[in-house]
């Protein structure tokens, strides 16, 4: 694992990623921009870290081994330069437009011997700016030329540099005027957005890796040899060591890295490893943590520790998804659009020079300088960044940036209803054994529950905490569990599943409670809606098509989704019958969001355009997941619907302005209707109000009650 800096967008993982896969000994490469990390698999015989690290430098970035005493000082490095960058710039800047300034309002009145001295001051004080504070602007657009992929930075370097060369060579002649102060002004607003965006993908980053490290701060259930045979007792994950075993249950991440002491397992690997088919692993191999365990409850043996576990488990969370929409599209018009403009510029002074060189000079200068990309390239990075802070404070975790778009777009919302809508309880114990206590009852069933992953088990398990001892213990999701307790087998859950077959003993709020024997009890169960489910349905109603599948009884499901007024509700929904309702949606062209917090959700999240894992959602929905609502309550999800649709107008307003203004001033400029100095000042003013209209997104937690704002 390594740390990989100085990475600002996600091509910037993509140039890294395949430098390092072409070098010799490298078996795989995989970086992850979110994390800023790089796992990389390699033969040592052929290639050392070392020059794997010396790779990365040549490309123009920093890089040290993950975990490294290093990262937090050259972090540290990293925030002084940004600060120091942009502080730089934006002072520079405040002087030279006090300079100018005179200028602006004296026009050509001003005194003979103080105009040198205000022209020559400027020209001292933008020098740092050009050499030091634009410096990350160069490099990356020597990248891009290296990389014969031209883009953002090489429009930003030629607008700056032309910019800055055509008012030296006007102080020089004594002709035309000076723009250093657009120039400063420029880069410091750029480094201004880039450092904020730094900063919030090291907050976004901070967030992720608190998620990932939850299961390192919870507990596990430690296998344990005793002299009345085998027990599972809760333990701190942090207390784990290596040698202990650890017993995983169905939909539950691995908590540290180990081997397998089950005969057999199947693996969700797919967010670290990219392969999206489920692993099956032998007994004795390894198991990384933060897998998901999809098949029946294993046992793992540890060979880690959780704090050096968790570097697997914030790869799991880490951001590996594509760009988004508007940033690419923002590079895809840079690289057209330079080679364009200079074509134009140079054009333009080749069709002027019969009016004179100067005249021609002037002009092509105003066209580089009034259709700089500054506004553009300020669009969709500036409203991203404040996307991800937005998010953050109204507690949602955005890991794969590309959903934001496809969230602003959505119009089919499917909804779980058990764990997501509504909270289960029991009611009651009913038809139980003559003779049977039901305490006793109660015990076992939450010894039982142990193996399953739900929000009835979670309820049950600590209501009727038990150290009972379970062997051969099994989850069908949707049906119920099993396990062997003193010799004895029992099954718990739906009559047909317990073995229960006269239909009169089938209800939709009942399950039971069997053993060789027969049945034992039943458990009459009540159910509680979210206070705020209403006010998400209707959120998201006046969004879009809103639908509930459930794997609870089709009757339970539909009462449901009729005291929420939704019209279209499946009970008796399987994993494999939610994610094909997805699909057939997607057939019929609607943008999917899947909104749950189980284990026969993550199928469904796997196929849906968007999913959200809720407040409390396994460890199998959160792996699967777009967001993660880390607050209680479920209007954070209809907040990040609402501000999902606002970044996105907002980026496309910035856009459109951005477009239009180089449209409409480069004729002007090629006219001379516009001379360079006004030229710069549009510059400027384009920028500021890319900038003020990004304001517009707010910072605090604000309550979409109206859906019209998500509109």
Not at 484 to 490: L, N, P, Q, V
Not at 501 to 507: A, F, G, P, Y
């Amino acid at each position: 694992m390594v740390d990989v800096f100085d990475m600002h967008c996600a091509a910037c993982a993509v140039t890294v990623e395949q430098a390092l896969r072409d070098q010799p000994g490298v078996q795989s490469a995989r970086v992850h921009y979110a994390t800023q990390r790089a796992q990389i698999s390699f033969d040592p015989a052929q290639v050392t870290l070392d020059s794997l690290l010396r790779c990365i430098e040549r490309m123009g970035y920093s890089a040290d081994a993950a975990g490294s005493e290093n990262r937090a000082e050259i972090v540290r490095r990293q925030r002084h330069r940004r600060i120091w960058g942009f502080g730089l710039a934006t002072f520079c800047a405040m002087q030279i437009m006090m300079l100018t300034l005179p200028r602006f309002l004296a026009g050509t009145d001003i005194e003979p011997e103080l105009a040198p001295l205000l022209d020559w001051s400027a020209l001292a004080l933008v020098l740092p700016v050009m050499w030091w504070s634009a410096r990350p602007f160069y490099q990356g657009a020597a990248r891009e030329l290296r990389l014969r992929r031209p883009g953002m930075d090489c429009a930003i370097t030629l607008g700056t540099v032309t910019a800055f060369a055509g008012s030296v060579w006007h102080l020089l002649a004594n002709t035309g005027a000076l723009y250093f102060d657009s120039v400063a002004m420029f880069v410091a607003l750029l480094l201004g957005v880039r450092w904020l965006e730094w900063e919030q993908r090291e907050r976004n980053q901070a967030v992720i890796q608190q998620a990932a490290g939850a299961a390192s701060r919870g507990q596990a259930l430690r296998v344990q040899d005793g002299a009345d045979g085998v027990r599972m007792v809760p333990t701190d994950v942090d207390a784990l060591h290596p040698g202990d075993r650890v017993w995983v249950r169905t939909g539950e991440a691995i908590p540290v890295d180990g081997q397998l002491d089950s005969e057999i397992a199947l693996c969700d690997e797919s967010l670290l490893t990219g392969e999206s088919v489920s692993v099956r692993r032998q007994r004795g191999e390894n198991v990384v943590a933060g897998a998901i365990n999809l098949g029946a409850p294993i046992t793992v043996r540890a060979t880690a520790t959780a704090a050096t576990s968790t570097e697997q488990r914030l790869l799991l969370l880490a951001d590996n998804a594509t760009k988004p929409e508007t940033l690419a599209f923002a590079d895809i018009v840079a690289r057209y659009f330079m080679p364009a403009l200079l074509l134009l510029a140079i054009g333009t002074f080749v069709a002027l020079l019969p009016a004179g060189v100067a005249t021609a000079t002037e002009r092509a200068i105003a066209v580089l300088i009034i259709s700089c990309p500054c506004a553009l390239a300020l669009a969709a990075p500036a409203a991203h960044a404040r996307a991800f802070s937005g998010l953050l404070d109204r507690g949602v975790v955005l890991r794969r940036a590309s959903a934001l778009e496809r969230l602003a777009r959505s119009n089919a919302f499917l909804l779980d209803k058990t764990g997501t809508l509504s909270d289960p309880a029991v009611a009651r114990v009913s038809e139980l054994r003559p003779g049977y206590p039901e305490q006793r009852a109660l015990t076992v069933i939450a010894a039982l529950e142990q193996a399953a992953n739900h929000p009835l088990a979670v309820a049950l398990r600590g209501a009727h905490a038990s150290d009972v001892v379970v062997t051969d213990a099994d989850w069908q999701p949707g049906h119920g569990v099993s396990g062997r307790i003193a010799g004895r087998a029992y099954r718990f859950g739906r009559a047909d599943y317990v073995g229960l077959n006269d239909e009169c003993l089938r209800s939709d709020r009942r399950l039971w409670l069997a053993d060789d024997e027969g049945a034992v009890c039943a458990l009459d169960l009540s159910e509680r809606l979210r206070e705020d489910a209403s006010a998400l349905v209707k959120q998201l109603l006046a969004s879009g098509q809103v639908e509930l599948l459930s794997g609870d009884h089709p009757e339970r499901a539909a009462a449901v989704a009729r005291t929420l007024g939704i019209e279209v509700s499946e009970g008796s929904a399987s994993p494999e019958r939610k994610a094909a309702r997805v699909q057939r949606l997607r057939q019929e062209g609607r943008i999917v969001v899947m909104i749950g917090d189980g284990v026969n959700d993550s199928v469904g999240f796997a196929g849906a355009d968007v999913a959200i894992a809720v407040h409390g959602a396994t460890d199998a929905a959160k792996a699967s997941a777009d967001l993660i609502c880390e607050s209680p309550g479920l209007l954070p999800v209809a907040e990040a619907v609402a501000y999902a649709r606002r970044v996105v107008q907002v980026v496309r307003w910035n856009f459109g302005w951005a477009i239009a203004y180089n449209l409409l001033a480069i004729p002007f400029a090629i006219a001379g209707a516009v001379n360079p100095l006004v030229a710069s000042v549009g510059m400027a003013g384009s920028s500021a109000i890319v900038l003020l209209n990004v304001m517009r997104l707010g910072g605090g937690r604000e309550k979409f009650s109206d859906p019209a704002v998500a509109r």
